[in-house]
């Protein structure tokens, strides 16, 4: 073969949380996989076989853009329509994977444009639902000029932000919430037709594990393939049997790529772990000794046999507390 496969690629990631990152982003591009949560979160598809959505309904090849696959050549898997909408004023939004569907049974070419994303982090500094609106907004707005030019809104197509959170709060495990615009008839009941105004759609699908309630449907797809726990070999098992999802070589070679790479996430994940306990015991001794012995923290260090390149470390993380 004239190019390198994903495995041959997976190999030459040098940090593991990036390249797992990575990986799973592709992964959650199959069609067969983006088919099974369209039909789980989204109104339009709930009563559509996956087969048809995956082969029908969605446009082209969905597009990826993460962080680079291969660091040291600057690459990023970017495939299909643009992944960022820019603006002077307001900077680069980057979206996960981005593709278009057609709507079943519509008189005309209706696309939603969807994004998903792979959320660690529930809790970044901000409400994510927040992040989801304005992602909405932007696609929203990113289509003058592209669909619609002048005063033509009527060609306003929906978007939907779908963001799987892998890591979430207690209170949200196993759960799919929806968000969206709805008509509320304040007084008389003058209703406008739901084309006019269904045009945002925000799902927070977050994944919780067998423990909890709903452990079914998407959310077990989904916490068995990004699981970095569950074997190559079980998730194919699982994927094949209980989903029916056929495994292409190139879901193969991801769900490899992904296992190879969580032994490396998991590794360091224990190792930062041991870093930070230890950390954490010695920045405890250091304030012991200079409570109960009155030394300054320099001397406190000193009797701790601190390195003298680590002690402006232990003081900047003083200073913060």
Known sequence: MSEETTIAQGLHVTDDSAGYDAACKRILSEKAILARIM????????DCDVNDIAGKYIEGQPQVSAVPVLPDEGDTVISGMDTEDKSVREGTVTYDIRFRAIVPGSEERIALIINVEAQNDFYPGYPLIKRGIYYCCRMISSQYGREFTGPR??????????????????????????????????????????????????????????DGGNYNGVLRMLDVLLSNETSEAEKRRILQDDYDIPMTQSMEEEVLVMCNLSKGVREKGRAEGRAEGMANGILTSIKNLTETMGLTIEQAMAALKVPEGERQKYMDLLERQ
Do not use: F, Q
């Open 153 to 210: 809104y009527e060609k306003i197509k929906k978007v939907c932000s779908i963001w799987i959170c892998m890591d979430p709060p207690k209170y949200r495990k196993n759960t799919i919430t929806r968000y969206r615009l709805v008509e509320e008839h304040l007084a008389g009941e003058a209703a406008e037709p739901v084309k006019n105004y269904d045009l945002l759609s925000i799902v927070m699908l977050c994944l919780g594990g067998p």
């Open 39 to 46: 039909k789980s979160c989204l109104e339009e598809y709930k």
